[in-house]
């Protein structure tokens, strides 16, 4: 089967930092995105990891462990507009849809 | 660059009555993704097209479900009768030749009464 675990709810504030974990157990594993979803609005890329180790990109870092079935997002010097939906996802196989997991809400607050 | 089109971005409907939601592609995209996403859930997959093919619809409701993609370009879902629990977000996305990365829309939002 397919599963995708991820904390339902999380809480920081500006200026701080903050990591959201997501496990996964697929029958293919191709890679890794993590998304943003702002509510009523359409996902936007964030990150695609697809070979272990960190991925940095301005604020945000993305770190893979294939043989855990690991992966997190790393959010830094978090700022309001940060309060968004984060769906970890993975790409089983290439050429296939992704497998979304639940989301993650992140409220930020001043 | 136009991103993914899609129309209406709301609708609501009774139980029972019809709906057919419309996609355009980032041009060049030949595959076509429709999501559903359900209040407090990550989307999930519907409908695959490569082309004007169909690579996967093995979650579609096929007795209420439909989807198509004519001359490879622009898709419609429909569906028909709708039921309460067909209330959600359709998401339509698309990605390029030989590339990972999927674009998305901005979805319509639907609810069923």
């Known amino acids: 089967g397919q599963n995708i675990d991820q904390p339902t709810e999380m809480t920081a504030t500006e200026g701080a930092i903050v990591q959201i974990n997501c496990t996964y157990q697929t029958s293919g594993f191709n890679g890794l995105f993590w998304y943003q979803q702002h509510a009523g609005e359409a996902p936007t890329f964030l990150s695609y990891?697809?070979?272990?180790g960190l991925e940095e990109k301005g604020r945000f870092s993305s770190f893979l462990s294939r043989s855990k079935g690991y992966s997190y997002l790393l959010l830094k010097e978090l700022q309001m507009k940060d309060s968004a939906s984060y769906l970890c996802?993975?790409?089983?196989?290439?050429?296939?849809?992704?497998?979304f997991g639940k989301g993650t809400t992140l409220s930020v607050s001043s | 660059e136009a991103g993914v089109a899609q129309s209406p971005r709301y609708k609501i409907i009774e139980k029972r009555q019809s709906v057919a939601f419309w996609c355009n592609p980032i041009?060049?995209?030949?595959?076509l993704y429709w999501y559903q996403q359900i209040l407090g859930q990550g989307p999930k997959l519907l409908i695959q097209?490569?082309?004007?093919?169909?690579?996967?619809d093995s979650q579609l409701p096929k007795d209420r479900f439909s989807a198509e993609r004519l001359k490879g370009v622009d898709s419609t879902l429909k569906i028909q009768p709708a039921k309460l629990e067909d209330s959600a977000v359709y998401l339509c996305?698309?990605?390029?030749?030989?590339?990972?990365?999927?674009?998305f829309g901005p979805g319509t939002r639907l609810t069923v009464t």
């Open positions: 990891n697809v070979l272990d």
């Open positions: 097209f490569q082309n004007n093919g169909v690579v996967d």
């Open positions: 041009s060049g995209h030949a595959t």
């Open positions: 996802a993975v790409y089983p196989q290439a050429g296939t849809a992704l497998i």
């Open positions: 996305a698309s990605s390029p030749p030989i590339d990972y990365e999927q674009y």
